[in-house]
């Protein structure tokens, strides 16, 4: 099993383009540090339903001035707000591509705290002898020996398909064919209940993928995860 950057094609260059957009960091500085309520805003903002500060304060009181939780900081959410709309208020293609490179760029943050930056990597292949490689990068690897890990990343559970299934498994089995470890996991910055509805109706193999959702997206930085 070996590593390979994806192929430097027209899609690659405009993605590119797109992952260095700097509402992507901006987010996902933020996002790295946010608590669940507030992953929740932004991903309901980013949906592109309004763009009005005000009515995003209104439905999530518990995060903003006087009515904010104890524990909450309405600094940091009033900056995920911001940085939200700067997503939303986007044209549909451009919000679409945004955000997925948002999500690879928080999963890429948020594994750098548990194996490090150096081994953290985006737009990789991953080749096995004898196997014709897919066409598609994964997302963002982790690349350790004896330990590597494997992750596609998608905004909303629609994004789960039987491709992306597939793909993930495939590359499960291929790695423990010549006796390698290779974990696999789909994250989505998506309710774990839509996850589990959508999961429900692929017949694709997921069984040994890792399924990690806006509730759990803490663990991808904890040690033994």
Not at 208 to 222: C, F, K, M, Q, S
Request: proline content about 3%; glycine content about 6%; some cysteine.
């Amino acid at each position: 099993m070996r590593f390979q950057d994806a192929a430097k094609d027209a899609r690659a260059v405009v993605y590119a383009g797109v992952q260095a957009d700097p509402s992507v960091a901006r987010a996902a500085d933020l996002l790295a540090d946010a608590t669940l309520a507030e992953r929740v805003l932004a991903r309901a903002v980013m949906n592109g339903e309004t763009t009005e500060p005000d009515r995003w304060r209104a439905m999530f009181p518990t995060l903003f001035g006087s009515e904010a939780a104890a524990d909450g900081d309405p600094a940091h959410s009033e900056a995920i707000l911001t940085a939200s709309l700067a997503v939303a208020d986007r044209g549909e293609q451009v919000r679409s591509q945004v955000r997925g490179a948002l999500v690879e760029e928080l999963t890429a943050r948020l594994l750098a705290r548990r194996a490090g930056s150096g081994t953290v990597r985006r737009e990789r292949r991953i080749l096995f002898d004898g196997v014709k490689a897919e066409i598609h990068p994964y997302d963002v690897t982790v690349e350790r020996d004896g330990a590597a890990e494997a992750y596609d990343c998608k905004w909303g559970a629609r994004g789960i398909n039987a491709d992306v299934l597939h793909q993930l498994d495939d590359a499960r089995s291929n790695a423990a064919g010549e006796d390698e470890a290779l974990a696999v996991a789909l994250v989505v910055f998506d309710a774990r209940r839509s996850c589990d509805v959508r999961l429900a109706h692929q017949t694709a193999p997921h069984e040994a993928t890792r399924v990690v959702t806006i509730e759990t997206l803490d663990g991808l930085a904890e040690p033994g995860s």
